[in-house]
């Protein structure tokens, strides 16, 4: 039984086979099933939900979405996932608990994928990661995140390890992800950064106030630098409004590719590739 609750639990064999599924699915030729998708999302997803909900009915897949409290009742998680198994073929989640992804997974009663906890989102960086690929040799390239240990933050150290990336972190001490490649040096780290990365700052606002990316910082980066913020961003809070409208912002086209990466994902692990 495949399940996607961190990237740390696939290898690099299981990503380009994702890939590669990806691909397919872009030209039209990934392959299709007959069956259904538990859902669970809150109603401020929007991103995520969409392209899960849009590539499950593409690919053949009838999405039934309820809100991630469903989740919260005193039922044991190995029962739920039991009695979802008699008419579902697999389990997107988002929900804060990772424990609670895990306890629906430890029954291997269907695959159950992870749309994001408080911990990480690895569907999220699986398609940034993929939308880079498709221009450039990931492992060539310099990657710098901008923002405080948290979901985002450990999904990347997490796509970092499963892809050999050159990954640093830029924040203050404190707020560093355990283990991370870490600099507080922003105006340093920049000029040898060919992807930007950001995150929301959350209840960080004042501390990574200094770290935010501006048109001059993206200045002395690399030629063709990327500038890929997590949405949602706020113009002016982690970059500037002038940032977002520059040429090194990735663009809202970008964010594309979560639609055939999130059908090779459900692909992947219904064992359809």
Not at 126 to 140: E, F, K, P, T
Request: proline share 7%; with cysteine; aromatic share 8%.
């Amino acid at each position: 039984m495949r399940h996607l609750i961190r990237l740390d639990d696939w290898t690099a064999a299981d990503a380009a086979a994702v890939f590669s599924l990806a691909d397919a699915y872009r030209g039209g030729a990934g392959p299709v099933t007959d069956g259904a998708a538990v859902m669970f999302f809150p109603p401020s997803s929007l991103r995520t939900r969409v392209s899960f909900e849009r590539g499950a009915q593409l690919m053949g897949l009838q999405p039934i979405v309820f809100p991630p409290e469903t989740l919260d009742k005193p039922e044991a998680l190995g029962d739920v996932a039991g009695y979802l198994a008699q008419w579902a073929d697999v389990v997107v989640a988002r929900h804060p608990s990772t424990a609670v992804l895990e306890e629906l997974a430890g029954a291997d009663a269907l695959p159950v994928v992870n749309a994001m906890t408080d911990e990480n989102h690895p569907c999220e960086v699986l398609s940034d990661v993929y939308a880079l690929s498709r221009q450039s040799d990931v492992r060539a390239l310099r990657f710098l995140f901008v923002g405080a240990d948290g979901n985002i933050a450990r999904a990347w150290q997490e796509a970092a390890a499963l892809f050999d990336l050159d990954l640093v972190q830029c924040c203050p001490d404190e707020l560093a992800t355990p283990g991370a490649v870490w600099t507080d040096d922003l105006a340093t780290a920049i000029r040898s950064a060919d992807v930007v990365l950001t995150d929301g700052p959350g209840r960080h606002a004042a501390a990574l106030e200094r770290f935010r990316i501006t048109t001059e910082l993206l200045a002395t980066a690399p030629s063709r630098v990327r500038f890929a913020p997590c949405p949602p961003f706020v113009h002016g809070r982690e970059a500037t409004a002038e940032a977002l409208a520059g040429e090194a912002f990735v663009g809202y086209g970008f964010k594309r590719s979560l639609l055939p990466v999130q059908q090779a994902v459900l692909a992947y692990c219904l064992g359809l590739g």
